[in-house]
């Protein structure tokens, strides 16, 4: 196979041997390091392959030993070449098929996000639209290490943030979670800070420094671990201080505001059965769509599934299709008695509730009064939580300090 | 001068010294009765479809079958595939004649 690759680039000749002293001519070119191939017998010719570079050398021995060489084939890439010198276009058309490949897969064409529950893919995506990410930016424009440090600030509830750069497509990984997700440690040095403003009911600091106790109050952003350590010898000085990834699990009382309001007379759906399908491909911002015409008086509902157009498993090309479903339905209205409406409310409270206490949140009191009035009821009030209120972030060096100063003030002041 | 060569050739057995470098002895590799692979040859004396004869430097090798052809042809090695029947030496003539 290999052989062949070389031969084939190298360039060979399909000759056609007469004469007298055959056997002489094939052991001379031996003795000259002529590499013969394929020799084979025809009765009154033989025929063999021959490179191109042996060839060349062939000439004196073919006088030496009186016989007669005829070409029969010339294969090879540098025959090739040299027949389809004058086809320019082709040429042309080769290296910029090669500068097209290139120059596609210098951006990024497709972004993924996994590990969404309660942020949509959509928010994630309008959020990275904001920074400036998105399908068909330069890839040396996104900065990973940054989009994930903004995504953690700006996000209360993403615990764990991961983004890489694969082929032409931006991955993010995301692991939202209330708890700090101490399975996924961070491996570089970090604070540990709050993510709202809370009472803090219990505190375990299992490394770092910790910076405040069980009933403060801290702000949202507040550093309540700090990643560094400073050790002090007994005269209460300064030793040296080092950097550590802060861990520890933090419980703090927070409150939710719970609103919910609605009317007692609704819309329902019925769906008749009926569906037309349309086939959209779109290509860079341009779209071709195939259009059944839908009933006017009708109404619909839309489902639509995208497929991005790839090559291999991780080149994304700027096409794709999209399948778009109507559905059509019909609207009835429908009025719900007071009951119904209070049995209504307290179903939405409890899936609210639900919710919460899947995040791992324990519910301590429940301040959520339900009214009904004129075909309207609304659900108000507080809901007094204790949840995990810490969050991973980079290192911040004043707030430590700010806070060591004063509590060697205090200390002072108690001496 | 014969005598002495004569002397070497019978002692380089018990010596363990490979023939084909001391003297220049044919190197055959046959695998079934498809394909042939010869080394340490001067030339070729004839080549058809049904033999081919290759001048070592005591002896002659003639390969006799069908449909015979040379795979490649180089100074060191060559390999002859093919239907082959026989294999023989010839050493009295040294000479090859058609």
Not at chain 1, 355 to 379: D, F, P, T, Y
Not at chain 1, 407 to 413: A, I, N, T
Request: with cysteine; hydrophobic share 35%; proline share 1%.
């Amino acid at each position: 196979m290999l052989i062949s690759l070389f031969r084939y680039l190298g360039g060979y000749i399909k000759l056609k041997i007469e004469g007298n002293a055959i056997e002489r001519f094939f052991t001379l070119c031996g003795k000259k390091d002529i590499l013969l191939w394929n020799i084979t017998y025809k009765k009154d010719y033989y025929e063999c392959f021959v490179s191109m570079r042996g060839f060349e050398e062939m000439e004196a021995i073919v006088e030496k030993t009186n016989t007669k060489i005829t070409v029969l084939e010339k294969c090879g890439l540098p025959f090739f070449l040299h027949c389809h010198r004058k086809r320019k276009v082709f040429v042309l058309g080769f290296f910029l098929c090669i500068i097209l490949v290139y120059t596609l897969s210098l951006f990024v064409w497709d972004i993924e996000v996994i590990g969404t529950y309660s942020h949509t893919k959509e928010e994630i995506l309008k959020y990275m639209r904001q920074k400036n990410i998105l399908s068909g930016v330069l890839k040396k424009d996104v900065n990973c290490a940054k989009l994930e440090e903004d995504m953690r600030e700006d996000f209360d509830d993403v615990a764990w943030v991961s983004c890489e750069l694969d082929g032409t497509r931006l991955t993010v990984h995301l692991k939202e979670s209330l708890q700090t997700d101490t399975s996924k440690k961070e491996k570089k040095p970090c604070d540990i800070s709050a993510r709202k403003s809370a009472t803090i009911t219990s505190i375990v600091t299992r490394e770092g420094t910790p910076l405040v106790q069980k009933g403060d109050k801290v702000k949202k952003g507040d550093t309540l671990i700090s990643g560094l350590i400073y050790i002090y010898d007994d005269a209460n000085e300064m030793l040296e201080a080092g950097k550590v990834a802060a861990d520890g699990d933090v419980y703090g009382k927070t409150t939710y505001e719970y609103e919910d309001c609605f009317e007692s007379s609704y819309y329902e759906k019925k769906y008749t059965g009926e569906e037309i399908i349309n086939y959209t491909i779109q290509i860079g911002e341009y779209h071709i769509k195939s259009w059944k015409k839908m009933d006017k008086n009708k109404k619909y509902d839309t489902l639509s599934e995208k497929k991005q157009l790839k090559i291999g498993t991780n080149l994304y090309l700027p096409a794709s299709i999209e399948k778009i479903t109507l559905r059509s339905y019909e609207q009835k209205r429908k009025t719900d008695t007071k009951a119904e409406m209070e049995e209504k409310a307290k179903m939405r409270l409890n899936k609210f509730l639900e919710g919460l206490k899947k995040k791992g949140v324990s519910i301590l009191e429940n301040h959520v009064r339900i009214e009904v009035n004129e075909g309207k009821c609304s659900a108000k009030g507080k809901i007094i939580v204790n949840e995990s209120i810490a969050k991973i972030r980079t290192i911040n060096k004043s707030a430590v300090e700010d806070s060591l100063k004063e509590k060697q003030q205090k200390d002072s002041e108690g001496q | 001068m014969r005598r002495k060569k004569q002397k070497i050739e019978n002692k380089s057995v018990p010596m363990n010294v490979p023939e084909d470098i001391v003297f220049g002895a044919l190197v055959l590799l046959v695998t079934g009765n498809k394909e042939a692979e010869i080394q340490n040859y001067r030339g070729i004396l004839e080549y058809t479809d049904e033999v081919i004869a290759i001048q070592g430097k005591k002896q002659v090798l003639i390969i006799r079958g069908s449909n015979l052809l040379i795979e490649y042809f180089t100074n060191e090695s060559m390999k002859v595939m093919g239907q082959i029947d026989t294999i023989e030496y010839d050493t009295k003539k040294m000479r090859w004649k058609r």
